[in-house]
């Protein structure tokens, strides 16, 4: 089946940096892909929806300054954490539709970040 | 209200035990319904589609209720690696954007 392939899958790093995660489709093209964040015990929540060549749309209270979407190609679609702090710790998860019509959706493994 | 919810959890069955959960969801104008299981700090993986008319797959069956509006998924004869959290994805006609529910724990002792 489809394969979307997300790294790094694991990430620390110092409070104000930045954080580069990427997705990648690998034998589809998705022109359509969606950031997720997960907090422990919640659910996934739509961050943003990231359309190739466009710019991404982002869910009310998502901060579109500091969450950076580029989705520069039909294969690759980037979240960039700006100024990263504690807060922003979570697991950032990746998706892309295998089709308007069949709705379902391929995963990339996740982005565990930790911010110091 | 919350656009798509689920009970979640624990549910705390013993090996063998059928158990069932429901998910239900705000936007009469959903077209398309799934459920992905979860495992611990991993990716929601496809379970399987939701139609109309019912589906089942070994020992899951996902039903769909328009009128009232919930889907729900039974499992049989219950594994103890069907241990995960299972996750109710809704897509509602227009947007195409899935709106997950909060994920239903399940967990089968021996």
């Known amino acids: 089946g489809a394969v979307v392939s997300q790294h790094p899958s694991w990430v620390i790093c110092k409070s104000g940096t930045s954080v580069k995660i990427e997705c990648r489709s690998l034998d589809f093209q998705a022109t359509t892909m969606f950031w997720y964040r997960q907090f422990p015990k919640q659910s996934l929540m739509l961050m943003a929806t990231?359309?190739?060549?466009?710019?991404?749309?982002?869910e009310q209270g998502v901060e579109k300054d500091k969450f950076l979407i580029n989705h520069a190609s039909l294969t690759l679609s980037t979240l960039t954490v700006t100024s990263a702090h504690p807060e922003d710790s979570s697991f950032y998860i990746c998706?892309?539709?295998?089709?308007?019509?069949?709705?379902?959706?391929?995963f990339g493994e996740g982005s565990r970040l930790t911010v110091l | 209200r919350k656009e798509v919810e689920q009970d979640p959890g624990p549910f705390n069955v013993p090996e063998g035990a059928t158990v069932a959960f429901n998910c239900t969801y705000s936007n009469s104008a959903s077209q398309s319904f799934f459920w992905y299981r979860q495992d611990c700090r991993k990716e929601p993986k496809l379970l399987m589609s939701v139609y109309s008319s019912g589906n089942e797959d070994g020992r899951f069956t996902a039903q769909l209720n328009r009128a009232s509006q919930y889907i729900s998924l039974l499992i049989r004869d219950s594994k103890l690696s069907d241990s995960a959290t299972y996750l109710c994805v809704v897509i509602s006609g227009g947007s195409y954007i899935p709106t997950f529910g909060r994920g239903t724990s399940l967990i089968v002792h021996p």
């Open positions: 998706s892309a539709s295998g089709g308007l019509n069949t709705g379902e959706l391929f």
């Open positions: 990231s359309n190739e060549g466009s710019k991404a749309t982002y």
